[in-house]
């Protein structure tokens, strides 16, 4: 892999991740409608649709660092042994479950002491675990996510990563064997929405492989295509558009709406994946682009700390500025989501001075924000 296959990819991991924090910031304050519900006319329309087209433009991202990640697992793969798959899976067993297990414990210590200090503090509500009434099922659960979401609800991703680096011994018999057939079942699992009885969402698991299915036919990703970059991020945002105002027009429940914004989504993500990777290379020959390529390394831990970071700022700025209107719903949203990565990134610095190896650790293993980094193999867990 080339240098700037190298530097975009690690672009795209902090802005991508960056994406999420937008895109988790949820429902305005002292309002219970929802973002995915695309554009309201009640109450703060300009507010909601930005909200709305935010999010679903960012729905592209975990396929997209998912088909990465894959691709990257894959580089260097001798198809007739089994210890390349050992030495990846103990190596993701480092840089995904442990740091996820350990953000997830220190977010149960935090909510744990908040129910002791003041059990009546609504913010408690931020996570959908009842903390004061854990049982040892909930617990496991809060913690790895084996029946539900974790307790830092958004690691559903990188629990189905790691579920997917479990299972990758198989899809490598796939792979060799059966390529384009193992492609077809898994995008058609994906599509209608089958999680094999273990996935929460199988996003992860069909585009890993397709990631892996690229490193196998020796396609390289690092390729320009300027016309196509125009043509699929034009259509992209055309489509993001339609989406967000498009509930208001045509009943969700209804079997065109579920045609048009369940199974019509998915494929809009699809095109989305194409849209971004082609126009990362015009990002990064910009200074902007080479700025968030030098805090790729900061990815895992934007990733890991936003949430519910970004929910008690959120608060914190509703006491301050409480009003209900455009401006200030928007005010918020762009305060809080800015706040929770201007927040991180600083803590991100003090922690990696002060204590790297605890920085290595809790970012999934990539040390050194500005300087040497972790080989590109690391697996991109956003």
């Known amino acids: 892999m080339d240098e700037t296959t190298r530097q975009r990819i690690e672009m795209l991991r902090f802005l991508l991740i960056v994406g999420l924090v937008f895109l988790h910031y949820g429902n305005f304050p002292s309002s219970d409608l929802s973002p995915f519900r695309g554009f309201q006319t009640t109450g703060h329309p300009v507010a909601t649709f930005v909200n709305a087209s935010v999010l679903f433009f960012f729905l592209s991202a975990v396929p997209l660092l998912s088909m990465i990640s894959g691709y990257l697992f894959f580089k260097n793969w001798n198809r007739t042994s089994l210890v390349f798959f050992g030495h990846r899976i103990s190596a993701r067993t480092r840089s995904i479950f442990l740091p996820m297990f350990a953000w997830n414990a220190i977010t149960l210590c935090l909510f744990v002491a908040m129910a002791l200090v003041a059990p009546d503090l609504k913010a408690r509500g931020i996570v959908s675990y009842d903390i004061a009434s854990l049982d ?51 995008g058609a699992a994906w599509f209608v929405d089958f999680t094999f009885g273990i996935f929460f969402r199988t996003d992860v698991l069909f585009f890993f492989y397709l990631g892996g299915l690229l490193r196998l036919a020796n396609w390289n990703i690092g390729f320009d295509a300027p016309r196509l970059a125009l043509a699929s991020m034009a259509l992209y945002m055309l489509l993001v558009g339609l989406r967000t105002i498009g509930p208001w027009y045509i009943p969700e429940d209804g079997d065109l709406g579920i045609a048009l914004f369940e199974y019509g989504t998915r494929l809009m993500r699809l095109l989305g994946v194409v849209a971004v990777w082609t126009t990362a290379p015009f990002v990064l020959n910009t200074r902007f682009g ?6 790729g390394s900061v990815a895992f831990f934007l990733y890991a700390m936003h949430w519910p970071l970004n929910q008690f700022i959120k608060r914190g ?66």
């Open 136 to 186: 040892a099922t909930a617990t496991i659960n809060a913690l790895v996510g084996v029946t539900r979401h974790p307790l830092n609800f958004h690691f559903w991703f990188l629990r189905d990563l790691f579920l997917t680096v479990l299972l990758s011994p198989l899809l490598g018999l796939a792979l060799r064997h059966a390529p384009v057939f193992g492609a077809v079942a898994l």
């Open 290 to 295: 080479r700025a968030a390529a030098g805090l």
């Open 317 to 382: 700025l509703t006491v301050i500025a409480p009003g209900q209107d455009d401006v200030t719903m928007l005010t918020n949203y762009l305060a809080a989501s800015l706040l929770t990565i201007a927040v991180t990134v600083v803590a991100a610095r003090l922690l990696d001075a002060s204590a790297p190896r605890l920085f290595d650790f809790l970012s999934g293993g990539r040390s050194g924000i500005v300087g040497v980094r972790r080989p590109a193999e690391r697996p991109v867990t956003e």
